[in-house]
């Protein structure tokens, strides 16, 4: 009998195995139907860039939920969350203003994208509202329960450039300094800022300043991005074919490599690096 049962046991534990090996695979982000869209007050005719499985940044594939469309994204980018972990999100698509519908459920979201703000850090010296040239991987302010409230993943683009004073201020050079030996520097030689509190001390000694743009589009830059985070990336949470987006050097290398490394880990192994 008891050998009857350690079999049955074991038996049970390779069914439940191979289960448990693709539970996270759910987690992987797949674009939203445009019923979902609406009915969380976005106009899915005014997504600025929505992924459509031929644009080499998304694959069609079968998906998991009633609320998902059948196009699944490879890319993937990081980002350090408000307290410096790093996060594998993916960009669906932005807009202005126009993105909200006209009712109680646009109102909403537009609360939702004002609330949830994600950080950008172009290049010192180029564009200082760059979406695209950026010194350092993002940060997405994900406190106040981003999974539970922030369905569909809308955040404000905020920009962070450090100020002329930061580099002449006696205080200023010290707290880049001790900044930039905690962190390491950035693309462009500046440190880089991982984490939320660090970014509110630079500016509320005047170091750094934030910018955002206006909300309809007239700068000629997209305030309001659709870009929803890998909940769990364990365990099939990043599928084999997604690629990395991530700031690199001149010559090819990485600018944190932990990333990459976290995200190949994640990839090939479904679990953090030296877990």
Request: aromatic residues 10%; positive net charge.
């Amino acid at each position: 009998m008891k050998k009857i049962l350690t079999y049955a046991l074991a038996l049970a534990a390779l069914v439940v195995l191979p289960l448990m090996a693709q539970a996270k695979t759910e987690d992987r982000l797949y674009d939203f139907t445009d019923a979902y869209y609406r009915q969380n007050g976005v106009n899915p005719a005014n997504i600025g860039g929505r992924r459509n499985g031929a644009d080499n940044a998304s694959v069609f594939d079968t998906p998991f939920f009633s609320y998902q469309r059948n196009v699944r994204t490879l890319l993937t980018l990081p980002a350090y969350n408000a307290s410096g972990s790093p996060v594998f999100f993916t960009v669906m698509g932005g807009g202005t203003d126009t993105l909200f519908t006209n009712d109680r459920a646009g109102i909403r979201a537009r609360q939702i994208a004002e609330t949830y703000i994600e950080y950008i850090f172009p290049v010192r010296g180029g564009n200082p509202l760059s979406l695209g040239v950026t010194r350092q991987s993002a940060m997405l302010d994900m406190r106040n329960g981003y999974f539970s409230n922030d369905p569909l993943g809308l955040w404000l683009h905020v920009w962070v450039n450090y100020t002329p004073r930061a580099f002449t201020d006696r205080e200023g050079k010290k707290i880049l300094g001790d900044l930039a030996r905690r962190n390491g520097l950035a693309l462009d030689g500046t440190p880089i800022i991982k984490t939320t509190s660090e970014l509110d001390n630079l500016v509320a000694k005047g170091f750094v300043d934030k910018r955002t743009v206006a909300r309809d589009g007239s700068e000629g830059v997209v305030p309001y991005a659709i870009c929803p985070v890998v909940k769990d990336p364990k365990d099939g949470g990043i599928a084999l074919d997604q690629f990395l987006a991530i700031t690199r050097k001149p010559d090819g290398t990485p600018v944190e490599p932990f990333f990459l490394d976290s995200f190949n880990s994640l990839k090939f192994t479904g679990d953090w690096p030296n877990n």
